[in-house]
């Protein structure tokens, strides 16, 4: 069964940092290129960053350039998210997602995982 799971969430102070992993199982992530999306609440869904199946090519949504950065590694089949110098407005449900490479990141990826929630609050 192809499936995405999201973990590293929580409640964070504003100004604190998280790290969020996207682990695969079932099939192989080389071979996909990866987004994060979230969803805060009340809101639409928005693409946060999405990485190449290489990891050569990466983009930020404007909104978190500076501060997260996206990576994998894929002897561990894993995708991370790199958050610093959380913000409230950061509060969301933190989705990965997969396409098979050269697609590019877009709301309609193939597989999605199930989320992790962000918290930032004092």
């Known amino acids: 069964q192809l499936q995405l799971v999201e973990s590293g969430g929580g409640l964070v102070q504003p100004g604190g940092s998280l790290r969020l992993s996207c682990a695969a199982s079932g099939f192989t992530l080389d071979y996909y290129d990866i987004g994060w999306f979230r969803q805060a609440p009340g809101k639409e869904r928005e693409g946060v960053s999405c990485?190449?199946?290489?990891?050569?090519?990466?983009n930020y949504a404007d909104s978190v350039k500076g501060r997260f950065t996206i990576s994998r590694d894929n002897a561990k089949n894993t995708v991370y998210l790199q958050m610093n110098s959380l913000e409230p407005e950061d509060t969301a449900v933190y989705y990965c997602?997969?396409?098979?490479?050269?697609?590019?990141?877009?709301?309609?990826?193939?597989?999605w995982g199930k989320g992790t929630l962000v918290t930032v609050s004092s």
């Open positions: 997602a997969a396409i098979p490479r050269g697609w590019g990141c877009s709301n309609s990826m193939d597989y």
């Open positions: 990485i190449s199946s290489s990891g050569g090519s990466t």
